[in-house]
């Protein structure tokens, strides 16, 4: 069942982007950009359900083992979808990574970037740091990961059919306020 309900909230909203009408008069680096992009926000659903455990036979070690993994894929997917939208703006791109693009999406897509790139160089740390202290700073920079992506996310509009859109953006967000309370509060 959660599986089911995981994949149905992953497969549907990619699905229905890939036969969004805005695709017609884009370039491939625009789409494989967006694309990297929506598979990233995907991979915000997956990540907390990974971490807590949520998911059968993902549990425990296994569980922590491909949160690592779909960590590595969701810094690859993000260093992708800013490529893919360099290639195809570079003014807007570096407007955008320098704060100084008109549009609201932007701010949230920077504060996103930067922190998946933080959280990645946490990751890079987690030996030199105490553990304790380590799991707190990993846990607040997925959540402002989260919603700043979300934020960004919603705000734009683009391949992403709303309603489901919307849907897995809240999923996201539950998944994270679940695991985060969870993890912190009733795991300690």
């Known amino acids: 069942m959660i599986w089911a309900a995981l994949v149905a909230l992953i497969a549907v909203p990619v699905a229905l982007a890939t036969a969004s009408p805005w695709l017609a008069y884009r370039g491939f680096a625009y789409i494989t950009g967006g694309f990297a992009g929506i598979f990233a926000l995907c991979l915000l659903l997956a990540q907390p359900l990974l971490a807590a455990g949520y998911l059968p036979g993902l549990r425990g070690p296994k569980g922590r083992l491909w949160h690592r993994r779909a960590?590595?894929?969701?810094?690859?997917?993000?260093?992708?979808?800013?490529?893919?939208?360099?290639?195809?703006?570079?003014?807007?791109?570096?407007?955008?990574?320098?704060?100084?693009?008109?549009?609201?999406?932007?701010?949230?897509?920077?504060?996103?970037?930067?922190?998946?790139?933080?959280?990645?160089?946490?990751?890079?740390?987690?030996?030199?740091?105490?553990?304790?202290?380590?799991?707190?700073?990993?846990?607040?920079?997925?959540?402002?990961?989260?919603?700043?992506?979300?934020?960004?996310?919603?705000?734009?509009?683009?391949a992403m059919e709303l309603i489901s859109k919307w849907t897995l953006c809240i999923a996201a967000l539950a998944a994270t306020v679940a695991a985060l309370i969870d993890l912190r509060l009733l795991r300690r």
């Open 71 to 158: 960590g590595i894929a969701l810094v690859t997917l993000t260093a992708l979808h800013v490529a893919g939208l360099w290639v195809t703006s570079p003014p807007d791109t570096l407007d955008a990574l320098l704060l100084r693009s008109p549009t609201p999406f932007s701010v949230w897509g920077f504060i996103s970037l930067w922190g998946i790139a933080a959280t990645a160089l946490l990751v890079a740390l987690r030996r030199k740091l105490p553990p304790r202290r380590w799991r707190w700073a990993h846990n607040a920079l997925a959540a402002l990961v989260v919603l700043a992506t979300v934020l960004h996310a919603v705000q734009i509009e683009g």
